[in-house]
């Protein structure tokens, strides 16, 4: 096995973390006219699941940040896999009982295959969840199996609803060293009965999302396939050293707020090799929303982002913000694709917001059949309430796009700053956008913003003056790497049941 060291990025990240290097799995081919097919394999896929039988192989093996050295089975604290039964409980049990090995080697817990109906657990440290290929973890439709939890101190109150939230499917804070994989097994959020609470104003309090992590590190999500959220699918807050790698996600376009994957106020932070169809944006990146994430003051740093695939009408690829009064710095994008999806790289903010968003770069980006190649908006309302300040401006700067191709595009930009505070230091290269039939007359609308351009075609706004050809690398992306990309996994296995 390998070897684990952390290299820290500043001295504020701890030493002595492990380090991990996933290898990098080969591109799917993405065409649209898949989307269904591919859809509708991953549900049969589902409903095959024989629920009657725990059938787990005698070994199996997975690439992790952490091996444990104590192994059970979730059959082994009553769980029943037919998909009526609540396993609850059994969750519970389990990982109370598994906790007690949290200095002892760390413990994992096999979910077999099977359909296994379940509320909110919470995980522990020194902990993995495996969900073998078959398994199938079903989320209850019985409302008073998620409890209320505490609004984010970032945002003061819910995303849905002010006050409380429903805690999450797969819950946890205050963690070291966890990781939640398995072989592509699947979570099916049954997102349809809070879909429906959602657009009828039935809820109370916030609905609840599929993983989330608090206050945590070292953190590994990986090798999963995520159905149908009531809300966000994977929300990393307050953490750092996480990595989000090998996801399918999959949520009808029109449902509401099924976000991807929402690194929020999160440290050192790597996704890739994921495919997501949304109702909302793939990747959000956060950081907390007005006076509280001004006030909380923690924000979202040095993130990678590649090899991402997305499907969203209706919302963007990568968004930053809209939350995000704590700060946006050095987030780092490339080797992404779009399809049929509103805006590739969106940047939403508002006067109130504060915080910043700053040090931003893409490169290799395909996009086809898009509304907005790329939106900036300082327009984005929202408050969390009417307490905002209204000098909390917020600064937008040095964002760095090169190399991109895109093709039936209605637009190619929107960029609109904000009055008196110009989004500044814009910089776009490299990049061909290939207008649809029924474009925009003017592909470009461009105010309150500064910065260049070089071998954009169309030709850009005023306001992006080409610097010439000698110029079309003129866009910055960072040669160094980042503290995530030295991790190193270690090859783990099932190891012997308890």
Known sequence: MHSLHFVPATKQIPTGLPTMEFSRSPRRTQ??????????????????????K???PENFEYMAISCRAHSALLTDFGGVGDGITSN?????????????????????????AGRWLTGSFNVTSHFTLFLHKDAVLLASQDVNEWTVIEPLPSYGRGRDTAGGRYISL??????????????????????DLWWGKFHKGELNYTRPYLI??????????????????????????????VVVQGITILAPVTSPNTDGINPDSCLNTRIEDCYIVSGDDCVAVKSGWDEYGIAFGMPTKQLVIRRLTCISPFSAVIALGSEMSGGIEDVRAEDIVAINTESGVRIKTAVGRGGYVKDIYLRGMTMETMKWAFWMTGNYGSHADNNYDPNAIPVIQNINYRDVVAKNVTMAARLEGISGDPFTGICLSNVTIELAKMSKKAPWTCTDIAGISSGVIPQPCDLLPDQGPEKI??????????????????????????
């Open 31 to 52: 065409v649209i006219e898949m989307v269904s097919a591919f859809v509708l394999l991953i549900l049969l896929s589902i409903s095959s699941v024989d629920g009657q």
């Open 54 to 56: 725990a059938c787990v």
């Open 88 to 112: 609850t409980e059994a969750f519970k049990a389990a990982i109370n009982h598994l906790s007690q090995f949290e200095s002892d080697g760390g413990s994992q817990l096999i979910v077999p």
């Open 170 to 191: 797969i819950f946890g804070t205050n963690l070291t060293d966890v990781v939640i994989t398995g072989g592509n097994g699947t979570i099916d959020g049954q997102g």
């Open 212 to 241: 989330e992590i608090m206050y945590s590190e070292n953190i590994q999500i990986s090798n999963l396939t995520l159905v149908n959220s009531p809300s966000w699918n994977v929300h990393p807050v307050y953490s750092r050293n």
């Open 473 to 498: 690398a003129a866009c910055n992306f960072p040669t160094d790497s980042l503290p995530i990309d030295q991790l190193e996994v270690q090859t783990c296995s099932s190891g012997k049941y308890l």
